[in-house]
């Protein structure tokens, strides 16, 4: 019934940009909590940005300004500009979205990000 579709991965030089989109098959408001989270080889899956449905919005401390994320609310999208992208932002960059009532998690298939030179 959820569905979560990111787009906007590839592959960019360091200090490039990319900006990702998750497409939900719900509204927004629909989800207590939408965020992105990001899994490289070898390492555990970490929380990037999330964005909460009052507007409310917390950033990993590894952000560091160089990271946004945004919504639209007519086209039931979030959004993560990123900026200044280091090799170290390389991952597969995941979609979540949570309720509250009923309990839930969903996530989107991911979406590969490579910084490379």
């Known amino acids: 019934q959820v569905q979560l579709v990111e787009s906007g991965g590839g592959l960019v030089q360091p200090g490039g940009s990319l900006r990702l989109s998750c497409d939900a098959s719900?509204?927004?408001?629909?989800?207590?909590?939408m965020g992105w989270y990001r899994q490289a080889p070898g390492k555990e899956r970490e929380l990037v940005a999330a964005i909460f449905s009052g507007g409310s919005i917390n950033y990993a401390d590894f952000v560091k300004g160089r990271f946004t994320i945004s919504r639209d609310i007519a086209k039931n999208t979030v959004y993560l500009q990123m900026s200044s992208l280091r090799p170290e932002d390389t991952a597969v960059y995941y979609c979540?979205?949570?309720?509250?009532?009923?309990?839930?998690?969903?996530w989107g298939q991911g979406t590969q990000v490579t910084v490379s030179a």
């Open positions: 979540n979205a949570q309720t509250t009532s009923p309990v839930g998690a969903y």
């Open positions: 719900r509204s927004i408001f629909f989800f207590n909590r």
